[in-house]
């Protein structure tokens, strides 16, 4: 499918929305100056363009199947790989002792999101391998440093991440997989893992798991799991890959979506691993590796929005349908009021991880704790709401297309099947809301207050130029004020669970009311403010609702019994 990167919308949020220049400001990430980063992404919209587009649809239509214990990939995808790891993509914020750029996350995180809008299926396989670069960074031995960081930055080897059991999802304590030391300093790890994305493939040399197992002293629950490093082939005395390893992939998910990319049931049986970090201290490394692919996640949902919403405007700009101005439908009302949420919301989504993206570049940059509670704050509902946009603009997409939108030949129902997971993997969407009311909100609202403050702040500079845009914003920010300290006076989290969804949503809708002033600002006579006054007119009104919901408690919520819901 055509896909266009946008390189000069990223160039604009950052120069002039998400403040990126705090960053290249900063020793840590000096080099990041406008003209490096604007050759870097300009190089990576090229791959994206040109390479791994073109693989969207085969990946739909010839799925990676298994045969004879063997995984074969999509045609094309080894070349795709090829290119992403040719160009270095992989390791983009990877340690350059390692191989890799050491770039900031927010130029990574741009990346991830055009190479989404491109071939989301591809896209995972080197998302896989960031999130174990990064784990194996801050908690591997400088032995498993040395040996597989490399590899999977040059994109050698890639790595994957195996904590979903059939009976532990989101529980993830309820696992049953075991560790037993072998006394050599290795471990025999032993268990079967679902839901595991790229478990295989037949492009790299080497599959790198990270496993999360019990030690046989591990307590019950979270607090006594470990990490473990199991390898698909155990590298020899010169770090090549060697003997097979005792574990197989036994089978693959057959999905609503992401047809090219293998969702593999892995079974160990006394495989051969490596302890990662601590013993028991297995949440904490993995975490690592999930925060880092939460933000992948929501850029996914971003990525895929901007696909849909490309493929939607070239239909529309084409399909003569009643009587226009222009021929086409794109001057119907409706179907301008579609296009128009796409592209408001797009912005919205992109702008919120990319603030996102530099709070966690500022923290590792000067190690102030503000910006880690900054970044903290945010990986939800830059998860949440990049997601659920490109849940929603995908649909959107199908709606333009009308009746050829339900024909799969149009290619428009791909990226809705395909981004619809993003809102349950890594997380659900429900649980990353409950993350942001409780354990975000731990510190009684402080991050969230400082956060408010500059929206408001930048909203009453805005009164003298824009008054009809920062009206409405500094509005919604107060009511937002208000209700966050409804919810933190909360002593009972379920008041707050009840609605954490709604709240989380109406942070977002107020967050991209924020970031379109911004955009205006910069912008006051063009099409950016046009855009903002369309978002906050007819978007940001949403939070009201939104609010209503999140402090309305949760009686409401179990006033029937599960026989009546049943009845």
Not at 78 to 97: L, Q, R, T
Not at 333 to 352: G, Y
Request: glycine share 12%; hydrophobic share 40%; net charge negative.
């Amino acid at each position: 499918m055509p896909y266009r990167a946008p390189i000069s919308d990223y160039e604009f949020l950052f120069k002039n929305v998400v403040g990126f220049d705090q960053v290249a400001a900063s020793d840590r990430f000096a080099e990041a100056s406008p003209d490096v980063v604007s050759a870097i992404l300009t190089e990576a919209g090229k791959m994206c363009e040109q390479v791994m587009a073109p693989l969207q649809r085969p990946g739909d239509l010839e799925p990676a199947r298994l045969e004879n214990g063997v995984l074969r990939t999509s045609p094309g995808y080894a070349d795709g790989w090829k290119a992403i790891a040719e160009g270095g993509w992989i390791g983009m914020s990877g340690n350059p002792e390692y191989g890799g750029m050491g770039l900031p996350m927010t130029v990574t995180t741009v990346v991830n999101e055009m190479m989404s809008a491109a071939c989301l299926s591809l896209q995972l396989a080197p998302l896989m391998s960031q999130g174990q670069i990064e784990a194996l960074e801050h908690h591997a031995s400088d032995a498993l440093r040395d040996l597989y960081l490399p590899k999977l930055i040059s994109g050698e080897w890639a790595g994957t991440m195996n904590l979903t059991e059939p009976q532990a999802g989101s529980d993830v304590g309820a696992l049953s997989s075991k560790a037993e030391p072998n006394g050599d300093g290795t471990y025999a790890v032993s268990g079967q893992k679902i839901f595991i994305s790229w478990g295989d493939n037949d492009f790299c040399e080497n599959i790198c798991h990270l496993v999360l197992a019990r030690l046989p002293d591990g307590v019950p629950g979270t607090k006594g799991i470990s990490l473990f490093l199991v390898p698909k082939y155990i590298p020899d005395e010169n770090g090549n890959p060697g003997t097979a390893n005792d574990l197989r992939v036994v089978s693959l998910e057959h999905k609503m979506g992401l047809h090219g990319s293998p969702t593999c049931v892995m079974q160990y049986d006394g495989a051969k691993g490596w302890l990662v970090g601590a013993e028991h201290g297995g949440m904490a490394a993995m975490f690592t590796m999930m925060n880092n692919a939460r933000l992948g996640v929501g850029g996914q949902g971003v990525g895929v929005a901007e696909g849909a919403y490309q493929h939607a405007l070239a239909y529309a700009l084409e399909r003569k349908q009643g009587r226009t101005p222009s021929g086409t439908i794109i001057d119907h009302a409706d179907v301008r009021r579609m296009l128009m949420e796409m592209k408001a919301d797009v912005f919205a989504s992109r702008a919120i991880l990319l603030a996102n993206a530099v709070a966690i570049d500022m923290a590792q940059a000067t190690g102030d704790a503000d910006w880690t509670a900054r970044a903290a704050l945010l990986t939800p509902i830059a998860k949440v709401f990049g997601t659920e946009t490109g849940i929603r603009v995908s649909d959107t997409g199908v709606q333009v297309h009308g009746g050829m939108g339900f024909i799969e030949e149009t290619g428009a129902a791909q990226y809705y099947r395909d981004v619809r997971v993003t809102a349950i993997y890594e997380g659900t969407n429900g649980i990353q809301a409950m993350d942001l009311v409780g354990r975000k909100m731990m510190d009684g609202g402080e991050a969230a207050a400082r956060l408010l403050d500059e929206i408001e702040a930048q909203a009453e500079s805005a009164r003298a130029s824009l008054p009809e845009l920062a009206g409405p914003v500094w509005e919604a920010t107060e009511s937002l004020r208000e209700a966050t300290e409804w919810l933190t006076a909360q002593e009972d989290m379920n008041e707050r669970f009840a609605g954490a969804l709604p709240y989380l949503r109406a942070f977002a809708r107020v967050l991209g009311g924020h970031y379109h002033l911004a955009a205006a600002l910069a912008d006051p006579q063009g099409p950016r403010a046009r855009l903002a006054r369309f978002y906050i007119n007819a978007l940001l009104p949403e939070h009201s609702g939104l609010l209503a919901q999140a402090q309305n408690g949760s009686g409401d919520l179990f006033a029937l019994s599960a026989d009546e819901l049943a009845a």
